[in-house]
């Protein structure tokens, strides 16, 4: 049965990594099977109860055909989109900021935008342009060398004349432009791009010192900045977006709130937290079945949010740990895939991109249990959401894509090492570059 699966998996339009291709096509099961029973609270407000589980697999249809697409495109020419990308992203976050939208305004947030009869969030795109541009520079300023040694030939990664520090002062900069844009509207989102970043920065040598200076000054900022939002008053922070929904969830966290536990506005407070606790309650090892969570009816946006709760709730430990396991495999296979790559930008870019939906996964699962305040985060391919689908299904065409030239690289560097006893660097460079590796 698993050769046969391997071997579905090898057909032509199924280009790059085996393994991750299962593990998109488990998530998006995973995804149906939940969606179909979390989505009660949209069946009863279109009055439809197919539409919302159509609507979600015709974004899975349309995400898949976008992972087809982008796996086959050569991953040298993803240089190209953060030139005219982070503009691009930069203003519709700008635009987002200040027109005021009807999509989701009971979280008083304007996350989204409407272009075209479209609905999208922009700050979904600008984690994956701002990754992108990090490769890039990262790549720039940094080179390769082989040097003789006593032992043989080895492998010096080193920069261009102040390339580090010049890597970190550029990718600093924009990240703090993206990510400053980001924060009025989704706090969450901008804070687990940051330290994507910071990875990424960490991977690819720049000075440890710089880096801990950074995290120093932004451990600083942060205690600074949750001191504030705690004790200044409720009317003033009204009077700013969003930041008396934050002390509102930081106290609900910590269990701060200055409010009677037996009031309605402590229940109404910690009503998704309470309704998620429930239903992990209910599950037991193997759950009370996929289409029989009791919680979903009562559980606010156990679609998209919560919905590990859900997958707790029928699934059971077991089904939990299954789809947790799917993430930690991602996050492998990724690792893999940029082992095998030859050149910089490739194997920063995957690193980048696994990292984002592996801590964004993993800020949702710990919302649903308990061990973080609410943030708003979804699961990666498996909550509902149209535009956080197909931008996650284009993210993982492009760790696919270089899966698929990394997998080509490896095995004309070993079919370089059967035909020449020593191949010279000339040689060698020239294999690697016949393959379009960048």
């Not at 991977?203 to 600074?224: E, H, I, Q």
């Not at 109404?268 to 599950?283: E, L, R, Y």
């Not at 931008?391 to 993982?396: Q, R, V």
Request: net charge positive; hydrophobic share 50%; with cysteine.
């Amino acid at each position: 049965m698993g050769k046969k699966i391997s071997d579905f998996f090898k057909l032509n339009i199924f280009k790059g990594d085996v393994g991750l291709w299962m593990i998109y096509f488990f998530l998006c099961m995973i995804s149906i099977a939940t969606i179909y029973s979390a989505s009660s609270r949209l069946s009863f407000t279109t009055g439809r109860h197919w539409i919302p589980l159509l609507s979600h697999i015709t974004y899975l249809i349309v995400g898949f055909i976008m992972v087809i697409v982008v796996s086959k495109i050569p991953c040298k020419y993803f240089k190209l989109i953060p030139i005219f990308g982070i503009p691009i992203v930069a203003l519709l976050l700008i635009y987002a900021f200040f027109m005021k939208s009807d999509i989701n305004e009971s979280h008083q947030a304007h996350r989204w935008i409407a272009l075209f009869g479209v609905n999208f969030q922009p700050s979904e795109v600008a984690k994956t342009m701002l990754i992108l541009a990090t490769a890039v520079i990262l790549s720039k300023l940094q080179k390769e060398e082989r040097v003789q040694t006593k032992n043989g030939t080895k492998i010096m990664i080193m920069a261009t004349k102040g390339g580090y520090s010049k890597a970190f002062k550029m990718i600093v900069i924009l990240a703090m432009i993206i990510c400053g844009l980001i924060v009025p509207e989704n706090f969450s989102t901008a804070m687990m791009l940051f330290l994507v970043i910071l990875i990424m920065m960490f991977v690819g040598n720049v000075p440890r010192k710089l880096l801990f200076r950074l995290v120093g000054v932004l451990a600083v900022g942060a205690v600074a900045f949750v001191a504030i939002l705690l004790i200044t008053p409720d009317e003033t922070l009204g009077k700013f977006k969003r930041t008396l929904t934050w002390k509102n969830r930081i106290q609900t966290a910590v269990g701060i709130l200055d409010v009677d536990k037996n009031s309605q506005e402590y229940k109404d407070k910690t009503w998704q937290a309470d309704m998620s606790k429930v239903a992990i309650a209910s599950s037991g090892i193997t759950g009370v079945g996929v289409g029989n969570s009791v919680t979903r009816d009562f559980l606010p946006h156990a679609e998209s949010d919560f919905i590990y709760s859900i997958i707790i709730e029928e699934m059971g430990v077991a089904g939990a740990a299954f789809v947790l396991l799917l993430f930690v495999m991602l996050i492998i296979r990724v690792g893999r895939v940029a082992q095998k790559c030859d050149k910089f930008f490739p194997a920063f870019l995957v690193i980048g991109l696994g990292l984002m939906m592996v801590i964004q996964a993993l800020v949702n699962m710990a919302v649903a249990v308990g061990l973080m305040p609410v943030t708003g985060q979804t699961l990666p391919l498996i909550s509902h959401g149209g535009t956080s689908i197909i931008i996650m299904s284009i993210n993982f065409g492009m760790i696919l894509s270089v899966s698929r030239y990394a997998s080509k690289g490896k095995e004309k560097q070993k079919a370089v090492t059967k035909t020449l006893k020593r191949p010279s660097i000339v040689e060698t460079n020239e294999i690697y570059s016949s393959v379009g590796m960048v």
